[in-house]
């Protein structure tokens, strides 16, 4: 069997230097989109000098005299209001914040270390707070310099992202294009939710929870199909799909031994490769190309099938979309309670996390069955286990991944 490190890394290189084509989309509709080029800015941010608090703008010089006699106050300041003269020694101006700095000023006090009092020739302020030069100041290009990248290719737009562009006065970007993805579930004991099931049918979960974590990502499923277990119906099925998408995905029929038509098809339409991964749950697996399209074949019980989709798939697809691939970060945790683990294979237990005075604990969540939906949709990340690990006791540390995008 392969490893989950050596079936991604395989199916990564595989793929790598796949390209999509790129269209031009609109700030509103980039939340998830792929960028397809560097993106460079346009104008710097801030974009002047400006006041970080609510106070008065001063120069630094007269720190002195803001402590003795007082500044003499030159007029106000407001965003998108700007004071248009020059400030002298010996004059401070009220600003608020986001205001732009006045010439002649060079520090901002705030408004709370400030005593204002009333004279004859004016309003003066006075302050016995220590004057720091420069202080509560943002600066012309302190967040973003005109000309320098913003965002490299392959970035996933997020709306951090979108802010930012905004930010630089940007309404568009250039993204790869949508994956146009074919998504199938097969077999005749399958009834489709809404239809009555007679007493040897089960639901089909599979291919519904599949397209949800699809879309969750930059893709745009152009096929969604349940086919019966018929030579025809499949090979008519894969190969109109492979005349259109990109990559075509199919739940069941990817075990040793199963008496159905997947295997064949694909054996007569492309270049599959049926695995053995050690991974629990989720060994059976099929990657390779069907003419003009990469085919992944998952498992078919519903959490085997999810779990391959978001484990062994997912970073994949996220390449072909043109995203730049990071591996998840996992974390320490403690066990709460014992995990039951056989050696030989990585294992994926569903687990709930909590913290107690600090520590962040680990628990198994429901049942660990493949074929058993309720305690994974309780779940909020998995324990994984290494292959040559067993049984994990109470108190033992175990590395645990939060549930990702496709699945919280």
């Given at each position: 069997m392969q490893s989950v490190a050596d079936a991604v890394a395989g199916m990564l290189a595989a793929t790598s230097g796949y390209a999509l084509g790129e269209e031009s989309v609109v700030l509103q509709q980039l939340d998830g989109r792929i960028l397809a080029k560097p993106l460079y800015a346009p104008e710097t941010v801030p974009a002047f000098d400006n006041s970080a608090m609510d106070g008065y703008a001063l120069h630094s010089r007269d720190a002195e005299l803001l402590c003795s006699t007082g500044l003499t106050l030159a007029g106000a300041a407001l965003a998108g209001h700007p004071f248009r003269g020059v400030l002298q020694p010996g004059q401070a101006l009220r600003i608020m914040t986001g205001a732009e700095m006045p010439a002649g000023a060079d520090t901002v006090i705030m408004q709370e270390d400030v005593q204002v009092d009333v004279q004859a020739d004016?309003?003066?302020?006075?302050?016995?707070?220590?004057?720091?030069?420069?202080?509560?100041?943002?600066h012309a290009g302190e967040d973003i310099r005109r000309g320098e990248v913003m965002l490299a290719a392959g970035q996933r737009l997020t709306p951090l992202h979108i802010g930012l562009l905004a930010s630089v006065g940007?309404?568009?970007?250039?993204?790869?294009?949508?994956?146009?993805?074919?998504?199938?579930?097969?077999?005749?004991?399958?009834?489709?939710?809404?239809?009555?099931?007679?007493?040897?049918?089960?639901?089909?979960?599979?291919?519904?929870?599949?397209?949800?974590?699809?879309?969750?990502?930059?893709?745009?499923?152009?096929?969604?199909?349940?086919?019966?277990?018929?030579?025809?119906?499949?090979?008519?099925?894969?190969?109109?799909?492979a005349q259109e998408a990109d990559v075509i995905i199919t739940s069941a029929g990817v075990s040793v031994g199963d008496a159905d038509y997947t295997r064949q098809v694909l054996d007569e339409?492309?270049?599959?490769?049926?695995?053995?991964?050690?991974?629990?749950?989720?060994?059976?697996?099929?990657?390779?190309?069907?003419?003009?399209?990469?085919?992944?074949?998952?498992?078919?019980?519903?959490?085997?099938?999810?779990?391959?989709?978001?484990?062994?798939?997912?970073?994949?697809?996220?390449?072909?979309?043109?995203?730049?691939?990071?591996?998840?970060?996992?974390?320490?945790?403690?066990?709460?309670?014992?995990?039951?683990?056989?050696?030989?294979?990585?294992?994926?237990?569903?687990?709930?996390?909590?913290?107690?005075?600090?520590?962040?604990?680990?628990?198994?969540?429901?049942?660990?069955?493949?074929g058993l939906l309720h305690g994974f949709a309780d779940a909020q990340g998995y324990a994984v286990l290494d292959a040559e690990r067993g049984h994990v006791a109470p108190g033992e540390q175990v590395r645990v991944m939060p549930l990702g995008a496709l699945l919280n």
């Amino acid at each position: 069997m392969q490893s989950v490190a050596d079936a991604v890394a395989g199916m990564l290189a595989a793929t790598s230097g796949y390209a999509l084509g790129e269209e031009s989309v609109v700030l509103q509709q980039l939340d998830g989109r792929i960028l397809a080029k560097p993106l460079y800015a346009p104008e710097t941010v801030p974009a002047f000098d400006n006041s970080a608090m609510d106070g008065y703008a001063l120069h630094s010089r007269d720190a002195e005299l803001l402590c003795s006699t007082g500044l003499t106050l030159a007029g106000a300041a407001l965003a998108g209001h700007p004071f248009r003269g020059v400030l002298q020694p010996g004059q401070a101006l009220r600003i608020m914040t986001g205001a732009e700095m006045p010439a002649g000023a060079d520090t901002v006090i705030m408004q709370e270390d400030v005593q204002v009092d009333v004279q004859a020739d004016g309003e003066r302020i006075v302050s016995q707070v220590p004057l720091h030069p420069g202080s509560h100041v943002r600066h012309a290009g302190e967040d973003i310099r005109r000309g320098e990248v913003m965002l490299a290719a392959g970035q996933r737009l997020t709306p951090l992202h979108i802010g930012l562009l905004a930010s630089v006065g940007l309404a568009q970007a250039e993204v790869f294009r949508k994956l146009r993805v074919a998504l199938f579930s097969s077999g005749d004991e399958l009834c489709q939710p809404g239809n009555s099931r007679e007493s040897h049918q089960i639901y089909d979960s599979n291919r519904f929870a599949l397209r949800a974590m699809l879309e969750r990502m930059p893709v745009e499923i152009i096929h969604f199909a349940w086919l019966p277990d018929t030579l025809e119906a499949m090979r008519s099925a894969i190969a109109a799909a492979a005349q259109e998408a990109d990559v075509i995905i199919t739940s069941a029929g990817v075990s040793v031994g199963d008496a159905d038509y997947t295997r064949q098809v694909l054996d007569e339409l492309g270049e599959v490769n049926f695995w053995r991964v050690a991974m629990k749950p989720g060994k059976p697996f099929a990657f390779g190309r069907v003419k003009n399209s990469w085919f992944f074949g998952l498992p078919g019980n519903p959490v085997s099938a999810i779990v391959t989709l978001d484990q062994l798939a997912q970073p994949v697809l996220r390449q072909l979309c043109g995203e730049r691939v990071q591996a998840a970060l996992p974390l320490l945790a403690t066990a709460a309670e014992a995990f039951r683990k056989q050696p030989g294979r990585q294992d994926f237990q569903r687990i709930r996390l909590d913290s107690e005075a600090g520590v962040l604990m680990a628990s198994p969540c429901g049942s660990q069955g493949s074929g058993l939906l309720h305690g994974f949709a309780d779940a909020q990340g998995y324990a994984v286990l290494d292959a040559e690990r067993g049984h994990v006791a109470p108190g033992e540390q175990v590395r645990v991944m939060p549930l990702g995008a496709l699945l919280n």
